[in-house]
C-alpha cells in the first residue's frame, strides 16, 4: 500500500501564496507520476497540477497556470504544489494523488491510484 500525507494548506487572503506538500511512503518505488486536484463545497473534483517522474513534464489547468507552479523530489518522494496570488475561488480541499506510470492523462480521475485525505485552502476577499 502506498500512504500520502499533505500538509500546508490553510486560511490566507486574496493575493497571498502557500505552499502544499505531499510526502509519499509506503510501497512505492519508481516511475510514477504526482500531482494535485481539488474539491470546492458542492462541485466535482477537478484536476489542477501534474508532474512525470522525472520532472521535464508537467500538467495545469487553465484556471491556475501562470499563478502555481508543480514540483517534486525524488529523493524524499514527495511533490511540492506552489500557489501563488490565490484567488477566492481557488478555496478547496487540495487531494495529492499519484498515477502509476506516465503523468499523461493524469486529469483522469479513473486512473488515479492513490489518493491522500485532503488539506485546506481557504481564500479570503
Known amino acids: 500500500q502506498v500512504q500520502l500525507v499533505e500538509s500546508g494548506g490553510g486560511l490566507v487572503q486574496a493575493g497571498d501564496s502557500l505552499r502544499l506538500s505531499c510526502a509519499a511512503s509506503g510501497r512505492i518505488f519508481s516511475n510514477y507520476a504526482m500531482g494535485w486536484f481539488r474539491q470546492a463545497p458542492g462541485k466535482e473534483r477537478e484536476f489542477v497540477a501534474a ?23 525524488n529523493a524524499k518522494n514527495t511533490v511540492y504544489l506552489q500557489m501563488n496570488s490565490l484567488k477566492p475561488e481557488d478555496t478547496a480541499v487540495y487531494y495529492c494523488a499519484v498515477k502509476l506510470g506516465s503523468a499523461r492523462y493524469f486529469t483522469d480521475r479513473n486512473g488515479i491510484n492513490y489518493w491522500g485525505k485532503g488539506t485546506l485552502v481557504t481564500v479570503s476577499s
Open 51 to 73: 508532474i512525470s517522474w522525472s520532472g521535464d513534464s508537467t500538467y495545469y489547468a487553465d484556471s491556475v497556470k501562470g499563478r502555481f507552479t508543480i514540483s517534486r523530489d
